[in-house]
């Protein structure tokens, strides 16, 4: 019995090591500069997005609950277009 009982008492050390190990994780810290991210539609250059005609983004402000997903789809769709025009992003294949 003393050898299972040795074997019992290295099983709790690992349960204890394990434990310590996967112990809670803190939380990530929030990155300050993830607002930059907000402002790819919002450069110095606010004049070539009013000729864009990004009409429809008022402050960025949507009222999202209101809106469709096919709705939401559309705008986010145009949107998109519209600063890939004024970007003068082109395709690589076509």
Not at 1 to 23: N, P, R, V
């Amino acid at each position: 019995m003393d050898f299972l009982d040795s074997l019992k008492d290295i099983k709790k050390d690992m349960l204890k090591d394990k434990a310590a190990s996967s112990a809670p994780k803190k939380p990530k810290k929030r990155n300050p500069n993830r607002d930059e991210f907000k402002d790819i539609f919002r450069d110095d250059d606010s004049s070539s997005q009013s000729e864009s005609g990004l009409d429809g983004a008022e402050d960025g402000e949507f009222d999202v609950a209101k809106e469709s997903i096919a709705a939401r789809e559309n705008r986010l769709k145009d949107e998109f277009l519209k600063y890939v025009d004024a970007a003068n992003i082109k395709k690589l294949n076509d």
